[in-house]
């Protein structure tokens, strides 16, 4: 009996015969909660990282360790802000395409991209201004790796933008109903700035 | 008695395409491809991870260090325990969760079958440099790899393996993304949540704890290389840095991965045991939730691998408690499997005796885990071969045993031939009489004071190991009729029909093997994933639970 | 006759708690007992082998019926009863594990207690390093090769004082260097400098444990307490030796190619013998001129099977600030002569084997 099909049961399904959609594209689009996974994971690292980093803090008598030189504070400040406010400036890129806008989403994706890559000039104008390197202390190393690792992430956030802004030259590839690109461009950029946050206060203001 | 599925009749786009043995080499989306090629590949770095540890085995034999020196000592066991649990649990694990899962749950596909395949990609480098490495300048500071040790022997080696390490974590944590993503959401419309197999409840339960603790690995690799290549001292106490943050953010992933390894069999074995013993598994909602449980503890007990470490008094007692607890759940799982089998009306093939094995060795594991939280106990044999022992009894009484007893009874739908089961019970029995024979004497040798990583050893303690050595011989030898009957049975082997345990689960519900979409329509739920029982078939009768679910319109979008 | 099922189930499970106890109590699987902290643990394992056979003989017990009573018949195509679960059993098979675990943590946490794990004083105190520095040369010149702890503040490690002894200062202190692939014991209160460890027998001793260079452990299995040497960090071990007699003293963390052979001998003695060593131990008054002696054959001694663990000590010696005497001590009183060591040596000598 097992492994045969009952045809009193078999008459349920007819039901849905008329209802049977195409093959295989038919579930629906998972590709941004598929990001929003994989955005918690990385998040996981940095999580990992400042423990790290608040580990190292706790167990020295004094953070930073006597005879590090001094940090600037203006110019991080400037570029958080500058950080901060391109997240603003992205959103409107996202609501620029759900109204079909492929000129705005452009012209928004566009500032956000120099915005970027100022932050990351800053970042690196700052590296060279420092008067540590990696290797001069504990602090100096945590330092350099948690905001370079950072910088690496919004590096790679500015490729997506630009990655965006090269699809969208073509006519139609987004619309205000298909558009994950720009969403997942933005919902990046929206990851590395909260992450640059955390780091701000963890590095410069505690 | 009814089938859990039946089908809708329509045709599927691709289901007459053929799959072709070239494209098994190639970089394919389909996830059973990709299950196929995971599995071979995770054998083929057993294979090697075993030649070392018969390596290993043979220089024990004897007390002094005559087979080989004791730095390549030090390569073989550190390359043995990264090549187990990266090369081989980790990825068989992931080879059969992306089989079974989207046939198991009535999908066509993984959620993003090109990540699907990039992610199997990463392994056959990342193994491939590792073993390499043993050729160049191996790493010697065991799979921990603690520093500052790990940062003094071999660069070059510990550089790889860092490397390695890395690229094997990112493809585990993209291969999670997709199992996560696709039991969530990628379930026949008329599969709830409670209706599905429990292999699937125990591979949610594995993606969780790999993106949770894997990124946290990969934290620390970034420090540990740093500290390797470009001379900052995170972890190097001549710098000023801290050992025992290293310590941290390592078993933070690794002791997870105790559970990332074994959870995925613990769900095969839910899946083999009702089969064939032809009864419902006992307790469903417990041995599913139990999994998430398991997965939540596990994320809050790495630190009783630090006791006799860098930790402080109040945090050994914390770990000892959650550690222990951890047993509650594991003993529902344990006692549901038991009253599963208890009763019915059992097929010993070579499936369920490795089933049934697995219960048998891994409790054993189970046992000196709890004995091994106890703090002022674990004090006492910490890095013993009493350790070594209880390790084995759990990777390799569970999880080896769970992966042979998952192959076997899949063998025919991967496939779409029978195995030979007189091959499959030698192998059975040699692989169970080499097992213990191997281990058990572990535990005497550690608690009698034989440390671990050790080249050479107390002559006092040259019997035990003589009897665990004869015993890794059996068990080297136990894998040849293991070969032979897969390789044989692939080409030659009987066919197989499409049902031939007459399981109730989605995948026995096409045909063997499946067609490229798995299924030529969508499959609706009958019947629940266990509802076996005369109770069942004498009525006719669907069990309340498993009310055929019809969700009209939406079946199909 | 018919025996009743249930009379039989409570006959079997009456044999297994016998059993389970009997084995529990008798399973010889623990080296012997040289203080009162190791008869606790064995209490403490004792318990957990009389549960553990319990659960062992439980499940494999059902294992054994199912395969001898529940086989499928052949031809027969039918199905078992269809039971899906059992919410009161289930709940107890929950519930008991929780007690044994609740009751296994209390009980481990008490032995913990009073073997001295919650002792505040341990390790932390930032007194240690300075007194013995001041007391002895010797091990103000061995612990300045060790990196200072002065910028880390970890919390206690180790095993301290039982709760009698908290407040009270140990009978002997040593300091105890772990060093690829050596152990060093600094007497800081006799000047002492040794390559193996030697106490009175019932006296509290305690352990100030460093590292040198990477992460040691330094277990005694008849006494059952190990602990990590970490560099950078301070840990300490303290108990009570009751058992005269000599116990191998192990390194149990991965410490590089030689860690096998890292091993040493903890002799405990009567007070009189300990005080006769003590007295042979007393540095005698050196001239340089010996000392460079005992270096120059030291280093000249032929690379062969020879060598010894002092003698990878020696190209150290002095930033160790070891000095010959303590590297000739080493040489001849290392407990290795075994097997082992001379295939260490043979391998140092000839890394291509």
Known sequence: MQGTVDPNKAALNYHNEEVVAPAHEEHPDLRLFGLLVFLGAESMIFLGLFVAYLTFRAVYPSWPPEGTPERELVLPAINTVILIASSFIIHNADTAIKKNDVKGLRTWFSITAIMGAVFLMGQLYEYSKLEFGLTTNLYASTFYVLTGFHGLHVFLGVCLILAVLWRAQKAGHYSDHDHFGVEAAELYWHFVDVVWIVLFILLYLL | MTTQAEMQIAPSAHAHAERKWWH?????????????????????????????????????????SDFVTPDTYNSLLTLH????????????????????????????????????????????????????????????????????????????????????????????????????????????????????????????????????????????????????????????????????????????????????????????????????????????????????????????????????????????????????????????????????????????????????????????????????????????????????????????????????????????????????????????????????????????????????????????????????????????????????????????????????????????????????????????????????????????????????????????? | MKIPSNILTMLAGILLTLVSIWYGKNHGLMPVQASSDAALVDGLFDTMMIISTAIFLLVW??????????????????????????????????????????????????????????????????????????????????????????????????????????????????????????????????????????????????LNLKSQDVIHAFWLPEFRIKQDTIPGMESELRFTPTRVGDYPIVCAELCGAYHGGMASRLYVQAPEDYDKWVQEQMPAPESDSQTAADLEKLMAAPTGEKRSDADYLVPVAHQMGLDAQTLDHLHHTMPMPSDALKQVSANLATPAA
């Open chain 2, 81 to 557: 325990g990264t090549i187990m649990i990266f090369l081989w649990i980790i990825p068989a694990g992931a080879g059969l969760a992306n089989y079974l899962i989207p046939l198991m749950i009535g999908a066509r596909d993984m959620a993003f079958p090109k990540m699907n395949a990039m992610a199997f990609w990463m392994v056959p480098p990342s193994g491939i440099a590792l073993v390499l490495s043993f050729f160049l300048e191996s790493p010697q500071a065991g799979w921990t790899s603690y520093p500052p040790l790990s940062l003094m022997t071999g660069k070059v080696g510990e550089g790889i393996w860092i490397f390695s390490l890395l690229v094997a974590g990112t493809s585990s944590i993209l291969g999670a993304i997709n199992f996560l993503v696709t039991i969530l959401k990628m379930r026949v419309p008329s599969m709830t949540i409670h209706q599905m197999p429990l292999f699937c409840w125990s591979m949610l339960a594995t993606a969780g704890l790999i993106l949770v603790g894997t990124p946290v690995l990969a934290g620390a690799l970034i420090l540990l290389a740093f500290d390797l290549l470009a001379g900052t001292s995170f972890f190097n106490p001549t710098g000023g840095g801290d050992p025992i943050v290293y310590q941290h953010m390592f078993w933070f992933y690794s002791h997870p991965a105790v559970y990332i390894m074994v959870l995925p069999l613990f769900g095969a074995i839910s899946e083999i045991l009702p089969v064939h013993a032809r009864k419902p598994i006992f307790g469903y909602k417990a041995i599913a939730y139990s999994s998430l449980v398991i997965s939540f503890l596990g994320l809050i007990v790495w630190a009783h691998h630090m006791f006799t470490s860098g930790t402080p008094a109040w945090l050994r007692m914390f770990f000892m408690i959650t550690t222990m607890i951890i047993a509650v759940p594991t003993g529902i799982k344990v006692f549901g499997w038991l009253a599963t089998i208890w009763g019915g009306k059992i097929s010993f093939n070579s499936a369920m005796l490795f089933a049934m094995g697995f219960i048998a060795v891994f409790v054993i594991g189970g046992i000196t885990g709890v004995m091994l939280a106890a703090v002022p106990f674990d004090i006492h044999v910490h890095d013993t071969y009493f350790v070594v022992a209880h390790l084995h009894y759990v990777l390799f009484g569970g999880s080896v045993f769970g992966i042979y007893a998952a192959i076997y009874h899949w063998f025919p739908k991967m496939t779409g031939r029978m195995v030979n089961e007189t091959l499959g019970q030698i192998h059975f029995v040699l692989t169970f009489i080499g097992m213990n024979l191997t281990f058990m004497p572990m535990h005497e040798l550690g608690l009698l004071g034989m440390n671990r990583r050790i080249a050479f050893y107390d002559a006092r303690f040259t019997t035990l190991n003589q009897v665990a050595t004869v015993g890794a011989y059996i068990l080297a030898v136990s894998t040849v009729p293991f070969l032979i009957n897969a390789v044989w049975s692939w080409v030659k082997g009987a066919k197989a029909v499409d049902n031939p345990w007459n399981a109730l689960t989605l995948e026995w519900q096409t045909s063997s093997p499946p067609a490229i979409e798995n299924f030529e329509v969508l499959p609706v739920l009958m019947t629940g994933p266990y509802d076996y029982g005369e109770h069942h078939s004498e009525n006719g009768a669907l069990p309340p639970s498993a009310e055929p679910v019809l969700t009209g319109s939406s079946s199909g979008s």
């Open chain 2, 24 to 64: 098994y080499f190639t970089f394919c989306e389909d996830h059973k491809v990709i299950g196929l090629q995971y599995l071979v590949t995770a054998f083929f770095f057993y294979a090697i991870g075993g030649a070392l540890a018969t390596a290993i085995r043979t220089e024990l034999a004897t007390p002094a």
């Open chain 3, 61 to 206: 017990g059902v294992l054994i019926i199912c395969l001898l009573k529940f086989r499928r018949q052949p031809g027969d195509e039918t199905d078992g009863p269809a039971i899906e679960g059992n919410i009161p059993l289930e709940i107890v098979w929950t519930a008991i594990p929780v007690v044994i675990v609740l009751v296994l943590g209390v009980y481990s946490f008490d032995v913990y207690n009073s073997m001295g794990g919650f002792d505040p004083d341990a390790a932390g105190d930032p007194g240690v390093q300075v007194a013995m520095a001041s007391e002895d040369g010797t091990a103000m010149s061995l612990m300045d090769a060790a990196p200072k702890k002065a910028h880390h503040n970890h919390m206690a490690l180790g095993i301290g004082a039982s709760p009698q002894n908290i407040g009270s200062p140990p009978d002997l202190t040593v300091n105890v260097l772990g060093m690829q692939y050596a152990w060093i014991y600094t007497y800081p209160d006799l000047g002492i400098t040794t390559g193996e460890l030697h106490v009175p027998a019932n006296k509290n001793v305690r």
